[in-house]
């Protein structure tokens, strides 16, 4: 097997592990190899796994285009709370939480004058049954936590500001 894109070629020993989905808004990905080199043998790419990123630059894994349009406004929003003395850091879960039982879209920590607080964003990305029973089981299991429910995909291009002026409220609120 082989994957190309942009002229290069990287020849894959075995499996290669994609979405069915190749549409623009899963782009850029970043290529996870198992390599070995058999004895007396050369390194090869036994199998891979491609996974959309943030952006080229940061490397922070998303489950969708709804998912990467939620981070830069979490992202422009903890800059602004920086602006006002708040340190935020932005988590993308890859397990279920311990005490939680679930796993968010993304955890915002922000901290000031020795407080801390965290609040969680999930991302809701298509409204098929299936999909929504999903989340609202997350949802249920988050149920304990401050979390956003960032509605894009039916709300449009709103849901940023709202979000925006969510974390910063939310955080100044609690940090006070």
């Not at 198992?34 to 990123?53: D, S």
């Not at 998912?67 to 406004?73: F, G, I, K, S």
């Not at 969680?120 to 249920?140: C, I, L, N, Q, S």
Request: glycine fraction near 10%.
């Amino acid at each position: 097997m082989q994957f190309q894109d942009g002229g290069d070629k990287f020849q894959v020993s075995g499996q290669i592990k994609a979405s069915d989905d190749t549409s623009e808004a899963r782009y850029p990905m970043l290529m996870y190899p198992k390599v070995m080199r058999p004895k007396g043998g050369e390194a090869r790419i036994a199998k891979a796994c491609l996974h959309p990123i943030s952006s080229v630059k940061h490397w922070m894994a998303v489950d969708s285009g709804y998912e990467r349009d939620a981070l830069r406004v979490i992202q422009d929003a903890c800059l602004k709370l920086g602006n006002r003395n708040v340190q935020c850091t932005i988590d993308k879960p890859v397990y279920d939480g311990g005490k939680r039982g679930a796993r968010p879209d993304f955890v915002i920590t922000g901290g000031a004058n020795g407080k801390s607080h965290t609040m969680m964003v999930e991302t809701m990305g298509f409204a098929d049954p299936e999909y929504v029973e999903r989340k609202k089981g997350t949802m249920a299991k988050l149920a304990g936590y401050m979390v956003f429910e960032d509605m894009r995909h039916l709300q449009g291009n709103e849901i940023d500001q709202k979000l925006r002026n969510f974390i910063i409220g939310h955080m100044l609120g609690n940090l006070k």
